[in-house]
């Protein structure tokens, strides 16, 4: 393909762009991996954006009024990398990209939120970026209803490739931020025809403008290497009252021998054709060498927004003291202080009223106290608002008609839910939580483990864990999900045993600052196990004493959630046959790891018979039962190892030998 037309029509945007291309090159070749095609075909959509579209400040990475702009095809990370150097983020040295995809450096292989400033979202799992999108902009939607526009008022740009579009969770983000006509959200479609295997129609003919266009939003059609094009469909797209899909037409590895074939999507090293590519783009400098021309005004382009955000900081100046407090306080991820007395009271409560409350329900009650509380809070649910209590009446819902409020019917859609959760979550001033049943962790599973690797508060909350939902059966009855969940590193889950410990696992949720929270709750009514108030949150060292043996103690009993009432039972059985008995509750296993050696030995000391409880597969307990000072022999476990039946639930428990008579007969056999 002959650039001279490009090149010659817009010289000044043609050299910016080249930078782009030719540092991409340049670090691909340098690490011997990576994927170059996408940097070089969407370098002229960038750089028009960044130019002449895109607010920010690269000295104010973290300015809360920004745009934001997320890479969702993030196998083209050195687009990123390339267009934070250019503009002179301070992290984003040359050096950095030199040492693309090596140890140590920022410039991971995807591009990984938390190593630089400008990097809004770890994507590469495609879909998740374009479904994090959907979220950035409800949260700046929430926000500007919650603080007004001279605080709150920008927009979401997102590139995304056919393989996000591909995904399945893609379908859900569209149809949400279509539903919610999400005018503040731009996504650039980089229309390149190229997948990993060859064209796009080996696998898939979709019609995608038609798509959007069904799904309520505005589309715009134009040739992705044409600046003019590019600005004038970024202007239309910004005064749309729904959220606008550019697709833009581009050529995949612009200018090298790869152009337009699958070869173009990865890892471009030949040297020969890489000299041939910087000839054609007119590029004659030596590798990762920017004249200084050019890079001057790529960080004029970065500098530019300096004089907004300081009139943006001027209008916060002028509101009031405790708005300008708050405005920080959430964006911080600092809890009110009343958070915490406010738990303390509602234990009282329950510690006095003692109800037998399923744990869901618990979790309602806690919320009803908790959400007037955290303003920043938004909840939902997707498609089961009813079954996991996660409405409170202060709320109010979230809508075109209502952007202040804060509870979000996700429809049947629990990966974008997730996905969206966490785009909030990573905007910043909103703390998110979205339920779902637990068995459906497995549709929600990749955004829940990005919150994790990403170190992001999200809550996800799980109800109906365990045979204990009865009879809709083994398709809705989880037994692998708790291991799940616990085996991913950076996640607090919490299986609560009743009304106290639920809002001590809420209080610890709410507060964390770079962990996300799982809570796993059930559907059947728990009696109250904590029968004496204690100011302390006792869920945050993650197991602790709940009855301690009477005499010599011979057997602990370990149990979690709607199990701790069972272990209680079978403690009674066996204390009166004269066998001392300890229950722990543990509802945490992360937190209880993260207790000091000390702690850990006086929960669960050498010596007795130790037994776990957990109407769920012992994958993930072994730790606890022949570990830390346990023995194998001396080890037993009462739980699930097949999948459930459908069945009213105290007949599954029954049937399926999670009984106190089990756990008291399991406890014998090993003494």
């Not at 612009?254 to 699958?262: E, F, I, K, R, V």
């Not at 090293?269 to 060498?289: H, I, N, R, S, V």
């Not at 089961?384 to 819902?397: A, C, E, F, P, R």
Request: with cysteine; charged share 20%.
């Amino acid at each position: 393909m002959d650039l001279t037309p490009l090149r010659t029509a817009n010289p000044d945007h043609w050299a910016k762009a080249a930078a782009i291309r030719a540092l991409t090159l340049d670090a691909v070749a340098a690490a011997n991996s990576g994927h170059s095609g996408m940097p070089m075909g969407m370098a002229d959509v960038a750089t028009v954006l960044f130019e002449k579209h895109l607010k920010f400040d690269a000295s104010a990475p973290n300015w809360p009024d920004r745009d934001r702009f997320i890479l969702s095809a993030g196998h083209g990370s050195m687009l990123l990398y390339a267009l934070l150097h250019l503009t002179g983020y301070a992290d984003m040295t040359l050096e950095q990209i030199k040492n693309f995809r090596q140890w140590g450096a920022i410039t991971a292989g995807h591009p990984e939120y938390g190593h630089a400033g400008g990097i809004e979202t770890t994507t590469g799992p495609l879909g998740q970026g374009i479904s994090n999108a959907v979220g950035f902009a409800m949260a700046e939607e929430i926000l500007r209803a919650r603080f007004g526009k001279k605080v709150m008022d920008h927009h979401t740009y997102c590139i995304a490739g056919d393989g996000c579009l591909m995904e399945g969770v893609s379908q859900e983000a569209i149809t949400l931020a279509g539903r919610h006509q999400l005018s503040r959200l731009i996504v650039l479609w980089d229309n390149n025809n190229i997948t990993i295997d060859g064209p796009v129609t080996l696998s898939d003919t979709t019609d995608q403008p038609a798509r959007f266009k069904a799904a309520g939003w505005a589309v715009i059609e134009i040739d992705g290497h044409d600046p003019d094009a590019i600005d004038a469909a970024l202007t239309k797209a910004k005064k749309q009252s729904k959220p606008t899909m550019i697709a833009c037409k581009t050529h995949i590895a612009l200018g090298h021998a790869a152009q337009d074939t699958s070869k173009g999507h990865g890892a471009l090293t030949d040297a020969a054709q890489l000299q041939a590519a910087k000839e054609a783009y007119g590029w004659k400098y030596g590798p990762f060498e920017v004249p200084s021309d050019v890079k001057g005004q790529w960080e004029a382009i970065g500098s530019r927004g300096a004089g907004t955000r300081a009139d943006w900081e001027a209008r916060v100046a002028t509101l009031s003291g405790a708005k300008q407090k708050e405005l920080t306080r959430v964006f911080a991820r600092e809890v009110p202080k009343k958070l915490a007395s406010t738990v303390r009271a509602f234990k009282k409560q329950m510690t006095d009223t003692a109800p037998k409350l399923a744990t869901r329900a618990a979790s309602e009650k806690a919320l009803e106290v908790l959400n007037p509380v955290l303003p920043e809070t938004v909840g939902g649910s997707a498609d089961l608002t009813g079954s996991n209590n996660t409405k409170t009446g202060d709320l109010g819902v979230f809508d075109t008609n209502n952007r202040s409020g804060r509870y979000v019917y996700w429809g049947i859609r629990e990966h974008g839910m997730a996905a969206a959760m966490n785009g909030m979550a990573l905007h910043g001033g909103i703390r998110p939580y979205g339920g779902t049943f637990m068995c459906f962790t497995d549709y929600a599973r990749p955004a829940m483990r990005l919150a994790a690797l990403m170190k992001i508060p999200t809550v996800f909350v799980m109800t109906h864990d365990s045979i204990g939902l009865g009879e809709d059966g083994p398709t809705h009855q989880p037994v692998e999900h708790l291991a799940i969940s616990r085996a991913t590193p950076n996640t607090m889950v919490f299986r609560p045993a009743d009304a106290v410990e639920t809002a001590e696992a809420w209080e610890l949720a709410f507060s964390s600052t770079q962990t996300p929270s799982v809570l796993s709750l059930t559907r059947q009514g728990l009696p109250t196990v904590r029968t004496e108030h204690k100011t302390k949150n006792l869920t945050a060292q993650g197991a602790y004493v709940l009855a301690e043996a009477t005499g010599k103690r011979q057997v602990i009993l370990i149990a979690t959630g709607s199990e701790v009432s069972v272990a209680l039972a079978a403690r009674e059985a066996l204390q009166a046959q004269g066998i001392g008995t300890r229950v722990v509750s543990m509802p945490c296993m992360e937190l209880f790891a993260q207790q000091d050696e000390g702690y850990r030995r006086r929960i669960l000391p050498p010596g007795p018979v130790r037994v776990g409880v957990e109407a769920a597969v012992q994958q993930g307990w072994d730790r606890w039962l022949n570990g830390e000072r346990g023995k194998a022999n001396k080890a037993g476990f009462v739980g699930m190892n097949d999948f459930g039946a459908s069945a009213p639930a105290n007949v599954l428990f029954e049937k399926f030998g999670i009984t106190a008579q089990a756990v008291a007969e399991t406890a014998k056999s090993l003494l």
